[in-house]
């Protein structure tokens, strides 16, 4: 029997969603197992962040992902996935540096990660690059609000756009960047009156994350929202599924069966005959 499959994601479907009104989702993935479940789950699109560096690398942010990570983890979740869209992030200093650096780093993230699409983080300043990207036919998501990759110039993890000339530059930036030809748009902890009014002032959708139901779509990161990450929770992470707990129930049931030598049971063994066995013994 044949399975059955939805239709293959691509940017058409972004471009179709936003005027049709119908909300897209993203989540991220890092590695193959998890692209798949994402994928069986039909969300419309993974993101292979650059959270990898926080979430699977154990780094206080994200700043020091690779391009060689970044490839490494893209191939393993375009392996994985079928249907949903694979966007890829560009690591800090894989496109602030150049135009040049920005399209040979893109082409790497198609060529060698196996993406589909890229996606950076920045405002007007990244103008030159997008644009360029584009022209070499690399589709690109922009991002601005809360840019994880300047949390040094933003002095931490803090919501974008409270006063007046700030939420006017992300305004200004999301029209620019539309204009550049990003396919799409992150919107991150941006207010959601703020993004609601960016939302429906673009051709092209926005995908929220901490930035209210008024973008065009949502993105989390899946270890946020399945309780699998430790520590401190944001305010935007609503929490779908214990799996975290989970995990831990399974490892602790794991290690209690083990020491009490009742796993591996006989079910979950190989046998092999007495006859060779007693020849082993002499
Ligand atoms: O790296 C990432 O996971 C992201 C999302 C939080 C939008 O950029």
Known sequence: MTEKRNMKN???TFKNAKKAGKKLT????????TAKLVDEAGIDSILVGDS????CLG??????VTMEDMIHHAKAVARGTKDALVIVDMPFMSYQTSVYDAVVNAGRLIKEGHGQAV???????MIPQIEAIVKA?????GHIGLTPQSVHVMGGFKVQGKDEAAARKLIKAAKALEAAGVFALVLECVPADLATYISSILTIPTIGIGA??????????YQDMLGISRGFTPKFVKNFGNVGEMMVEGFKQY???VEEGTFPSKEHTFSISTEVMDKLYG
Do not use: H, N
């Open 10 to 12: 691509t940017v058409i």
């Open 26 to 33: 993203m989540l991220t993935a890092y590695d193959y197992s």
């Open 52 to 55: 990898l560096g926080m979430v």
């Open 59 to 64: 780094y206080e942010d994200t700043c020091s």
């Open 119 to 125: 996606k950076l983080e920045g405002g007007i300043d």
């Open 137 to 141: 036919s690399i589709p690109v998501v």
């Open 212 to 221: 209210g139901a008024g973008c065009d779509g949502q993105v989390l990161v």
């Open 255 to 257: 290690k209690k069966e």
